[in-house]
């Protein structure tokens, strides 16, 4: 299986830049998509396929990577972006997801 | 709009089986893979399997595979997952959700807490 490496927790200041890495155990190509789960919700699609935006998701939000290297950049971080942000890999079965990096607040 | 609307909670026995449904609108049903995700409380998400609504045809991790059963009615356009032999270790909201291997899982269901309880 694909095992994808995320830090556990970052904490950033409201306005600042951050940049949340996944890293994968092999090569993915560009099967990579990025998830923000609030608490007592389901998961939201923000990236997919490692740098497109999904429709209706802010600007601030970008992603890059490729291979074994992945980044998710929220640029400024607003309160509202508060959650845990997943990667997950559809390069090959079984689809594997990280295990999630939670945004904080300084 | 593309929705996927899961059944209810459940609170079932050790040894139990439960099935869940997912019932998809605003698209055509058998265009697009339904895959589940389990994720227990406080926990990352771990794909279960996914079912090809058109010819039936489905992928399990293998983790799952003798846990889950995968099955569809087209006729109401709902995807089912059965999962047996329940232990508190399953215990988890179980999500449906469309996906594909480009788009990844653009629309999720609600999610259906199931717990395992004696």
């Known amino acids: 299986d694909t095992v994808l490496t995320q830090s556990p927790a970052l904490a950033v200041s409201l306005g600042q830049r951050v940049t949340i890495s996944c890293r994968a155990s092999?090569?993915?190509?560009?099967?990579m998509h990025w998830y923000q789960q609030k608490s007592g919700q389901q998961p939201k699609l923000l990236i997919y396929?490692?740098?497109n935006l999904e429709s209706g998701v802010p600007s601030r939000f970008s992603g890059s990577g490729s291979g074994t290297d992945f980044t998710l950049t929220i640029d400024p971080v607003e309160a509202d972006d508060i959650a845990n942000y997943y990667c997950q890999q559809s390069n090959e079965l079984p689809l594997t997801f990280g295990s999630g990096t939670k945004l904080e607040i300084k | 709009q593309v929705q996927l609307q899961q059944s209810g909670a459940e609170l079932t026995k050790p040894g139990s089986s439960v099935k869940i449904s997912c019932k998809a609108s605003?698209?055509?049903?058998?265009?697009?893979?339904i895959s589940w995700i389990k994720q227990r409380p406080g926990q990352a998400l771990e794909w279960i399997g996914a079912?090809?609504?058109?010819?039936?045809?489905?992928g399990y991790n293998e983790k799952f595979k003798g846990k889950a059963t995968l099955t569809v009615d087209k006729s109401s356009s709902t995807a089912f997952m059965q999962l047996s032999s329940l232990t508190p270790e399953d215990t988890a909201v179980y999500y449906c959700?469309?996906?594909?291997?480009?788009?990844?899982?653009?629309?999720w269901g609600q999610g259906t807490l199931v717990t395992v309880s004696s």
């Open positions: 092999k090569s993915v190509s560009t099967y």
């Open positions: 079912i090809n609504p058109g010819s039936g045809g489905t």
């Open positions: 959700a469309r996906g594909s291997n480009w788009e990844g899982f653009a629309y």
């Open positions: 605003g698209y055509t049903f058998t265009s697009y893979d």
């Open positions: 396929s490692a740098s």
